[in-house]
T-cell receptor, first 113, second 109 residues
Framework: NAGVTQTPKFRVLKTGQSMTLLCAQDMNHEYMYWYRQDPGMGLRLIHYSVGEGTTAKGEVPDGYNVSRLKKQNFLLGLESAAPSQTSVYFC????????????FGQGTRLTVV | GQNIDQPTEMTATEGAIVQINCTYQTSGFNGLFWYQQHAGEAPTFLSY????GLEEKGRFSSFLSRSKGYSYLLLKELQMKDSASYLC??????????FGGGTRLMVKP
């Protein structure tokens, strides 16, 4: 989606390694969300942010940390990766409260071995 | 907490009409989203309902009843390319945007 860049697209980690996923936008929206999606399942909310310097826990926050130091960037960190964190990760940007469009990053496919 | 329910799978015929239902329970409802997701791709936005009633957008329409905790997505003149998962998501007063499990729609010739 135009205006949303999610990096990296693919990554393989060993158990115990750390990594950071980046969601960057050029649209100046406040609300940003991180999700994970396991095979054949819906999206589960990990953490979210409603503005620069703010973050909040979602449905499945354990094992993840986030930061929103700049409005344009929302980072998701795995401090010590576990095989259970193998998933596809999506960031979402939603121009709430007046929504005529909403955006997802292209996803990060993470495998932890 | 929140609870969002959708049927897991549906099958319909090309050219037909299909209705995908979503029921929800949440504290402090603000709005309801529908997204489409093709296999291996990111979700794409279809609609956002805040007020009760039907909103039409081309072949797709979305309905909301806040008092019943109920929404549906109506797809008309089904095409093969409509085979995808359809995701219902609720935005609540705590600014959380929570998804249901999704409905996988298969369109057959």
């Amino acid at each position: 989606n135009a205006g949303v860049t999610q990096t990296p697209k693919f990554r393989v980690l060993k158990t115990g390694q750390s990594m950071t996923l980046l969601c960057a936008q050029d649209m100046n929206h406040e609300y940003m969300y991180w999700y994970r999606q396991d095979p054949g399942m819906g999206l589960r909310l990990i953490h979210y942010s409603v503005g620069e310097g703010t973050t909040a826990k979602g449905e499945v926050p354990d094992g993840y940390n986030v930061s929103r130091l700049k409005k344009q960037n929302f980072l998701l960190g795995l401090e010590s990766a576990a095989p259970s964190q193998t998933s596809v990760y999506f960031c979402a940007i939603v121009p709430l409260p007046a929504v005529t469009e909403a955006f997802f990053g292209q996803g990060t496919r993470l495998t932890v071995v | 907490g929140q609870n969002i329910d959708q049927p897991t799978e549906m099958t319909a015929t090309e050219g037909a009409i299909v209705q995908i239902n979503c029921t929800y329970q949440t504290s402090g409802f603000n709005g309801l989203f529908w997204y489409q997701q093709h296999a291996g791709e990111a979700p794409t936005f279809l609609s956002y309902n805040v007020l009760d009633g039907l909103e039409e957008k081309g072949r797709f329409s979305s309905f909301l009843s806040r008092s019943k905790g109920y929404s549906y997505l109506l797809l008309k003149e089904l095409q093969m390319k409509d085979s995808a998962s359809y995701l219902c998501a609720v935005y609540n007063a705590g600014n959380m945007l929570t998804f249901g499990g999704g409905t996988r729609l298969m369109v057959k010739p």
